[in-house]
């Protein structure tokens, strides 16, 4: 990484440079210890797929709950998203708390002529490329399975890194107010959880109680799985991907409000 005067100095790095800069300082780490996340974000989508669409799914037959399709196929585009917000969930929480309180990188950068902005959109950039990673070598794995069912999956891709930011920036934004990993823990267990089960990736939420549906329907995952599932099978209407893509398009631009302030509150120097 270049050698960035201290912020006495004056020396201004513009926008663009700074992310990539921030970029970089992410792929330089990642490069040397891929290994500790690949099972979470490349094994057990996978593994996933394979137990819940080849071996549950030999048990259910295509149907109009399906569309008309295997239900590995009807899986697979889900999935997609299903694994870009867990991803996202991941690296917005214990490495956002372990850049501030354990490995301290942020405030290595921050004396840096590098803004705690720019840092802000560096770490969101550099969750928007994990997410990208992680859902080519999935739709790749899914396709050698036979789960995908033609090119509008290709779709799916950017549906669900859409969905996954939106959760990752209110989620970042959070992580940059806490001082310990507690709150975590419930919200990977009363949040993501509940969302992966209950908002349309294994079964239509039509077959959900009343009162709960309003709950799916609040969610990133919800309006991420409508979208790369209608990509998928040729049923995306305009109206419809309108307001999914508006839904997740504000939802991203608060988080990205939030986590701009709550990196400059914490980072000022």
Known sequence: MDTIPSRSTGVVVGPVRAVLLGVEKHWTWY????????????????LFLLAMGVGFGSQ???????????????????????TAVQ??????????????I??????GAVVTPITPAQIFYGQLTWIGLRLVSSAVVFLAVAALLGAVSGPGVLLALPFAVLAGLAFAAPVVA????????EGFTGLFRFVVIPMTLFTGAFFP??????WLRPVAWITPMWHGVELARGAAFGTL????????????L??????????????RRRLAV
């Open 60 to 82: 259910v037959q295509p149907g109009e709950a399906t569309g008309g399709h295997s239900y590995l196929v009807y899986l697979a585009p889900a999935l997609v998203v299903v």
């Open 31 to 46: 490069r040397r210890n891929w290994r500790s996340t690949a099972i979470s974000s490349f094994l057990q989508p996978v």
């Open 250 to 263: 504000v939802m991203a631009a608060v988080g990205i409000v939030l986590g701009r302030k709550y990196f």
């Open 102 to 107: 354990w490995q301290k990188s942020y405030w």
């Open 205 to 210: 939420i039509t077959q959900l109680p009343g």
């Open 87 to 100: 991803n996202a969930t991941w690296e917005s929480t214990y490495a956002i708390l372990s850049s501030f």
């Open 237 to 248: 209407q305009l109206l419809p991907a309108l307001a999914h893509l508006g839904y997740l």
């Open 174 to 181: 959070f992580s940059a107010t806490r001082e310990t990993a």
